[in-house]
T-cell receptor, first 111, second 115 residues
Framework: GQQVMQIPQYQHVQEGEDFTTYCNSS?????IQWYKQRPGGHPVFLIQ???SGEVKKQKRLTFQFGEAKKNSSLHITATQTTDVGTYFC???????????WGAGTKLIIKP | ETGVTQSPTHLIKTRGQQVTLRCSSQ?????VSWYQQALGQGPQFIFQ???????GRGNFPPRFSGLQFPNYSSELNVNALELDDSALYLC??????????????FGPGTRLTVL
């Protein structure tokens, strides 16, 4: 069945360092969504990418959708403590737009 | 505009019992999806309701069932609870089932513990 793989599982960074998470689908996606889940919280929608090769920025966050629409990445520049949480990518299954989720990348700021 | 709400917040049940979880969708949203999230994992799709009809189902057994009401609120019912059903159950509402506006808005979740 369709799978969405996300790496790494964890990333430890010093505050101020950059963070990147990668998402790969076994099939072409019509779109990809990114969510953030704070510890003890629920997923919160960040962005949706639709076009091949699309790049979108939200302040320090840069989202990319691959040319083949099978991979995506989220890059955070100069991490802050408020960035702590788990970042998930999710893509629709077939034509019903039900989402299949990656396992998430947990961003941990080193003390 | 009210957000997605879920009840109860926490629940403890014993194996074999039945449970009903409730969700009120965000105002104006006609689609509700239910997810199971085990600790340290991503949400797993259970099923989705669109205008009171089930609109797709994930890899969950029939003892997971649901309803959507005319006001688009929804229930998730789980019969014959098993220990592995212990998880955070998330409800998400969205506008429609596709296109550029199917971003999902999640409720705070119900933490179910099965003993």
């Amino acid at each position: 069945g369709q799978q969405v793989m996300q790496i790494p599982q964890y990333q430890h960074v010093q505050e101020g360092e950059d963070f990147t998470t990668y998402c790969n689908s076994s099939t072409t996606l019509s779109n990809i969504q990114w969510y953030k889940q704070r510890p003890g919280g629920h997923p919160v929608f960040l962005i949706q990418l639709v076009k091949s090769g699309e790049v979108k920025k939200q302040k320090r966050l840069t989202f990319q959708f691959g040319e083949a629409k099978k991979n995506s990445s989220l890059h955070i520049t100069a991490t802050q403590t408020t960035d702590v949480g788990t970042y998930f990518c999710a893509g629709p299954v077939d034509s019903n737009y039900q989402l299949i989720w990656g396992a998430g990348t947990k961003l941990i700021i080193k003390p | 505009e009210t957000g997605v709400t879920q009840s109860p917040t926490h629940l403890i049940k014993t194996r074999g019992q039945q449970v009903t979880l409730r969700c009120s969708s965000q105002s104006g949203h006609n689609t509700v999806s239910w997810y199971q999230q085990a600790l340290g994992q991503g949400p797993q799709f259970i099923f989705q309701y669109y205008r009171e009809e089930e609109n797709g189902r994930g890899n969950f057994p029939p003892r997971f069932s649901g309803l959507q009401f005319p006001n688009y609120s929804s229930e998730l019912n789980v019969n014959a609870l098993e220990l592995d059903d212990s998880a955070l159950y998330l409800c998400a509402s969205s506008l429609g089932v596709g296109g550029p506006r199917n971003e999902q808005f999640f409720g705070p979740g119900t933490r179910l513990t099965v003993l």
